[in-house]
């Protein structure tokens, strides 16, 4: 972000005072940083902490005659490189996306040509609200860009979606976002994650341990790289990415099908769910019950349809399409993996070994090796976002060589 003006709005919730530590992220990271701080903001986080890091008097007043002597809002408005609102409340979301424009910032955020990005954060009740996810499509709509938020404990002692990234990776995805060669840019990526489920009965199912983590981890990833990224989930309990297109299904037939009608335009095509390998032929119409003694019960499995290999075979002939497996295996890792992308007719494959119990299903850490038919390439150990960033690149790569 070397030599970037940023202009960092920040607005009154409780993670405001995460914003001093925010602003020492982007300057360390070389960019210039005005701070404008909404008028709730001053309840959370001290002018003179945010004038020390930024090195710039903050500006919170449309109306302060000698600040906009100096350089007035639409001057600010056209200096920015980029506007970023961190924490963005439910309020400003509301205004945002109203075009409201009742004070200096949300003025800023109408005048300026630059891309403007949000860290919103709030309890979860509020981000949750159908008022802020209209709120929140219609300033996607516009061209904002969200991150996050995260899940977890909140302030307000609740738990769920609603607290703000933290700063490092605001931080981090800002400087993708700014790079000048997003590698995806304007590509349609669809991506598959997380498990499926394979009905026995109308309670029961089959299914896997697939968090959906590094799946949703490259739809972000993607999105960062400037990709329009559909999204297609089996059940998790992670967030989707703001402005992925999500498309939840359950078994692996509903997943074929949906990645059917998203591939039809799709620059890439990347698969990381856990697909079940086998169903039950004939799920029972009524709950199964105990017939009581030593009986047993036999499930009669058949075969699902291999996703990413029936697409990858039926777009061939014209293909335009980059197909991108992932595959876990637990023994001679790589060698499957190699013969398992010339069996499928993949153009990469990213493999990681879940026979290891620190890493892979579940964890926030992954260690992947990229193939295709360039080479080989270790990644990790990271953290499945980074990780992610680096395939993106990957996937970049080879389309501009394709
Ligand atoms: C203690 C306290 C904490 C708050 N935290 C948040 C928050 O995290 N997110 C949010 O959207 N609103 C929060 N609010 C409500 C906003 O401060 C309020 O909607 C305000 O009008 C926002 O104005 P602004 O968007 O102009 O800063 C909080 C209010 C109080 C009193």
């Known amino acids: 972000m070397n030599g970037k003006n940023i ?107 630059a891309p403007v990005v949000l860290a919103p954060a709030m309890n979860q009740q509020m981000w949750q609200h159908p008022a802020t996810q209209r709120n929140l499509e219609t300033l996607i709509s ?121 591939i039809t335009d799709a620059d890439v095509f990347i698969g990381v769910a856990a697909v079940a390998d086998y169903r039950v032929d004939t799920p029972a119409s009524q709950k199964l019950k105990r017939s009581g003694g030593d009986s047993t019960l036999t499930l009669s499995l058949v075969e699902n349809p291999d996703i990413i290999a029936t697409l990858a075979k039926t777009t061939s002939a014209e293909r335009t399409t980059l197909f991108v497996g992932f595959a876990a295996e637990t023994n001679d890792v790589l060698k499957h993996a190699r013969e398992k992308r010339i069996r499928k007719g993949l153009d990469m494959i990213v493999v990681n070994d879940v026979g290891r119990s620190d890493i892979g299903f579940g964890s926030d850490i992954n260690v992947v090796t990229v193939i295709d038919d360039a080479g080989e390439v270790n990644l990790g150990p990271d953290d499945k976002l980074n990780l992610s960033r680096e395939i993106a690149r990957l996937i970049g790569t080879k389309l501009g060589s394709a």
């Open 142 to 262: 516009d061209g904002v860009t969200v991150l996050g938020p995260a899940s977890g404990e909140q302030a307000c002692g609740e738990n769920g979606p609603g607290r703000m990234l933290q700063p490092e990776e605001i931080a981090q995805a800002l400087a993708n976002l700014t790079s000048a060669d997003r590698a995806l840019a304007n590509r349609h990526v669809v991506i598959t994650a997380g498990p499926t489920v394979e009905a026995i009965d109308p309670v029961r199912f089959l299914s896997n341990h697939s968090s959906g983590k590094q799946g949703y981890a490259l739809a972000q990833a993607c999105i960062e790289a400037g990709a329009r990224v559909t999204l297609i989930s089996g059940p998790v309990t992670v967030t989707a990415p703001s402005g992925a297109n999500l498309v939840s299904v359950t078994s692996a037939q509903s997943m074929l099908e949906a990645a059917q009608r998203a």
């Open 7 to 113: 202009v960092l709005g920040i607005t009154g919730g409780i993670a405001a005072y995460k914003a001093p530590a925010l602003v020492r992220e982007l300057t360390a990271a070389g960019a210039d940083v005005q701070v404008v701080t909404s008028r709730g903001a001053g309840h959370f986080v001290g002018k003179a902490a945010l004038q020390a890091v930024s090195g710039r008097p903050v500006r919170d007043d449309l109306w302060d005659e000698a600040a906009e002597a100096a350089m007035g809002h639409i001057e600010l408005a056209r200096w920015a490189d980029i506007v970023l609102v961190a924490p963005a409340t439910a309020n400003f979301m509301a205004n945002a996306a109203a075009g409201s424009t009742g004070d200096l910032l949300t003025t800023i955020v109408l005048a300026t040509e």
